[in-house]
């Protein structure tokens, strides 16, 4: 069974571009959570997409936006980026909830210079 | 709101030492509780969970007992390697299905 697909791996964009990130789940599953990981504020929750549905989001700017699609594959993008938008994306897929298990990819490592 | 809180890290240790990594949380309701293992340049792995009130979780040789009585989770294990060496994350679940994670602890393992 194929893992959590996270693409692209690396990307550096400039101060004030947008990006675009993607994230394939397991197979079967229809949660996507985002989360955004830096060395210090650690992991911060971004938002949960579940059949499609916005179901959760965590305290940030609008900046950050997301989506998911109807096989479940999740995008995510800032806008206007800003150097503290620098961090690990981390997505994790679960079949139903969080509560059974997360699965996630490797992550996407931005840069913003 | 709910919160982690775990060990200040980085803890050093020489291998087959006795590892512990305190975790308490604070939390509406009954959370499930995680242990994620990071290593280098890798995303988390789920390591451990327990669901409810005195359920173990265990993997690997690594335990943690889910303690309501003291809010705490504390990751454990007998003898340690050096491939044991990565990043642990104490977790948990909220009530509307957040995973609301520790900082993290850093563990080296010295041959």
């Known amino acids: 069974k194929a893992g959590v697909t996270q693409t692209p791996r690396y990307l550096i964009k400039t101060r004030g571009q947008q990006v675009t990130l993607s994230c394939s789940p397991i197979s079967g599953h229809r949660s996507v959570s985002w989360y955004q990981q830096t060395p210090g504020q650690g992991l911060q929750f971004l938002f949960e997409?579940?059949?499609?549905?916005?179901?959760n989001k965590g305290n940030f700017p609008g900046r950050f936006s997301g989506r998911q699609f109807s096989n479940s594959r999740s995008e995510m993008n800032v806008s206007t980026l800003e150097l503290g938008d620098s961090a690990l994306y981390l997505c994790?897929?679960?079949?139903?909830?969080?509560?059974?298990?997360?699965?996630f990819g490797q992550g996407t490592r931005l840069t913003v210079v | 709101g709910d919160s982690v809180t775990q060990m200040e890290g980085p803890v050093t240790l020489s291998e087959e030492a006795f590892l512990t990594i305190n975790c308490t949380y604070t939390?509406?309701?009954?959370?499930?509780l995680f242990w994620y293992v990071q290593y280098p340049g890798e995303g988390l792995q789920l390591l451990l969970k327990?669901?409810?009130?005195?359920d173990k979780g265990s993997n690997k040789g690594f335990e943690a007992t889910y303690r309501k009585e003291t809010t705490s989770f504390h990751l454990e294990k007998g003898s340690v390697q050096v491939s044991d060496s990565a990043v642990y994350f104490c977790a948990l679940s909220s009530r509307d299905d957040k995973i609301i994670f520790g900082k993290g602890t850093r563990l080296h393992i010295l041959p």
């Open positions: 994790a897929s679960s079949s139903v909830t969080v509560n059974t298990e997360a699965f």
């Open positions: 327990a669901t409810k009130a005195d």
């Open positions: 939390a509406t309701g009954y959370p499930s």
């Open positions: 997409y579940f059949s499609e549905t916005q179901r």
